[in-house]
């Protein structure tokens, strides 16, 4: 699980108003599916922010992986090649 204290400091970019409108800019301007990999213990994506990903933009989803933090690839990686592998539509082995 990410550390607790890592996420005590918020990065300049996450509060400068210039740098978040670029953000949410770009996410409106991808043309390809996107896909959300989130842990349900993380604390640092909301289900606002996921519903307002997925207004901003209609090729965008998510997926939820139960017990993961932020590096859902770090604390559930088998859950994390399923959930990739089904949006790429690539058949599980």
């Known amino acids: 699980k990410a550390d607790p204290a890592l996420l005590n400091s918020s990065l300049p970019d996450n509060q400068d108003p210039g740098y ?23 604390i640092l994506v909301s289900d606002d922010i996921i519903q307002r990903m997925k207004n901003a933009n209609p090729k965008f989803s998510s997926v939820d992986v139960v017990g993961a933090g932020h590096v859902v690839p ?12 089904s949006f790429l539509g690539i058949p599980n082995q």
């Open 74 to 85: 770090v604390d559930k990686p088998q859950e994390f090649i399923d959930a990739t592998r």
């Open 20 to 42: 978040i409108a670029r953000y949410w800019q770009s996410l409106r301007d991808i043309t390809c599916p996107i896909l959300e990999v989130r842990g349900t213990e993380s």
